[in-house]
T-cell receptor, first 116, second 109 residues
């Protein structure tokens, strides 16, 4: 049973480009969470999605960042016009139906974004 | 903020010794969770303790929770080199999980 999958694992972008990060939750999971981790820091919550719905985006920057979790396919975290400060590790987590953001989450390996 | 803060920031011990990490937080919680992160990898869930529980065990792990002091501790007994990792506490209340900055544990063989 495959765990949470994220790709790419490493992504390099130049300032002003767009970054697209993908997350496939564990099989049977319907909730997806995105987090950002800066070096030597803990994870910071960004957004919580269920299929076709954004439930909580209180941690998302107001501009340039968006997330979706379509009916079919992976969840996408999109960062437009990247800046150096966006360089970080982005982690996706998932949880099964009937759970919520305060329950156990299962994490992917992360995408390390470097903005040149 | 209900952010958990781990203490110490870094801990280095010899294989076979016990490792204790502490977590303090500021607001009321529903549960508190501990996660492990190996270098360059994602987080792995270790244990969840609910606000009405005081102690929980899982293998070589022992977690305590004192809601009156708003603190938790994670004890790893008989440590192994493979336990080398960063350990994070995460608090769960009416908001999504809030993680602390972690304790970096090094177990020297």
């Amino acid at each position: 049973n495959a765990g949470v999958m994220q790709n790419p694992r490493h992504l390099v972008r130049r300032r002003g480009q767009e970054a697209r990060l993908r997350c496939s939750p564990m099989k049977g999971h319907s909730h997806v969470y995105w987090y950002r981790q800066l070096p030597e820091e803990g994870l910071k919550f960004m957004v919580y999605l269920q299929k076709e719905n954004i439930i909580d985006e209180s941690g998302m920057p107001k501009e340039r960042f968006s997330a979706e979790f379509p009916k079919e396919g992976p969840s996408i975290l999109r960062i437009q016009q990247v800046v150096r400060g966006d360089s970080a590790a982005y982690f996706c987590a998932s949880s099964p139906p009937g759970t919520g953001p305060s329950d156990t989450q299962y994490f992917g390996p992360g995408t390390r974004l470097t903005v040149l | 903020s209900q952010q958990g803060e781990e203490d110490p920031q870094a801990l280095s011990i010899q294989e076979g010794e016990n490792a204790t990490m502490n977590c303090s937080y500021k607001t009321s919680i529903n549960n508190l969770q501990w996660y492990r992160q190996n270098s360059g990898r994602g987080l792995v869930h270790l244990i969840l303790i609910r606000s009405n529980e005081r102690e929980k065990h899982s293998g070589r792990l022992r977690v305590t929770l004192d809601t009156s002091k708003k603190s938790s501790s994670l004890l790893i007994t008989a440590s192994r080199a493979a336990d080398t990792a960063s350990y994070f506490c995460a608090t769960a209340g009416n908001t999504p999980l809030v993680f602390g900055k972690g304790t970096r544990l090094s177990v020297i063989a």
